[in-house]
């Protein structure tokens, strides 16, 4: 089944079960689905499965963060599993990038999208100084930008906010934009927010929307409603 959208639904649910409800009010042809840390460790590589089986190509979101050989490895790990796409941390630094791209370059085939992730949309300028960066948030992402791009990554995740100028800059590079909140939803623990429509026009490629889609009264209609947004 084709995504016709730029959506994808975190499903950061409690269990198995869950996760499937949830995916029952969504529709493979409107949204693709990620499948995050709470999620995969509680139902683990079955839920990829299932998911896959319904339709959806699937986002393991684990953000891989190690010693290369163990990140590539993991990444190996979830290219078994026939995911659309799987994240790492660029901070883990440019020798730990290349090592999961090379992995997935020597297994050959079909394999996932290798995604860096930048700094975190929930943080801001002084999270990073707490954790010893005194850089401004959208100049730390072109920094891990560049080691994405020297590595071969296929892609960032980032805030919308900071896609016009990644874009410029690392056009070959696909952006995944979480943080995305339509007009009037909370904003959560986010930080670094924009709407469907705006993280679109500045270039994101795929958004990531998790609360305001699975915690709305109607999941289906909320889902639909995004996408009315965007067209
Ligand atoms: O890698 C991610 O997906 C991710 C990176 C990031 O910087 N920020 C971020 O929110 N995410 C994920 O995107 C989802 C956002 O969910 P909501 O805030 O509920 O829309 C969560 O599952 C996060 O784990």
């Known amino acids: ?73 993991a990444v190996e790990a979830a290219a078994e599993l026939g995911v659309w796409m799987v994240n790492v941390h660029c901070s883990g630094g440019l020798r730990m990038l290349t090592a999961c791209r090379e992995i997935l370059e020597r297994r050959g085939g079909k394999r996932p999208l290798l995604i860096g992730v930048t700094v975190l949309t929930s943080m801001e300028q002084a999270d990073l100084r707490d954790i010893g960066l005194d850089v401004e948030p959208a100049r730390q992402v072109l920094r891990l930008a560049g080691l994405a791009e020297r590595a071969g990554l296929d892609g960032l995740v980032c805030s919308a906010q900071e896609a016009a100028a990644l874009k410029q800059q690392f056009a070959r590079l696909q952006l995944v934009t979480p943080g995305i909140r339509p007009a009037g939803s909370a904003a959560d623990d986010q930080r670094r927010i924009l709407t469907p429509a705006q993280a679109l026009r500045a270039g994101a490629d795929f958004l990531v929307i998790g609360r305001p889609i699975t915690q709305a009264s109607d999941p289906a209609q909320a889902l639909t409603a995004v996408v009315a947004e965007l067209s």
């Open 1 to 73: 089944m084709t995504c016709q959208t730029p959506l994808i639904v975190a499903l950061d649910c409690p269990s198995h079960d869950a996760a499937l409800v949830m995916a029952e009010r969504l529709d493979p042809t409107l949204c693709r689905v990620k499948v995050g840390k709470e999620l995969f460790t509680r139902a683990g590589p079955a839920i990829v499965e299932a998911l896959q089986h319904k339709g959806f190509e699937v986002f393991l979101d684990l953000k891989f963060h190690d010693i290369p050989n163990t990140a590539a490895l």
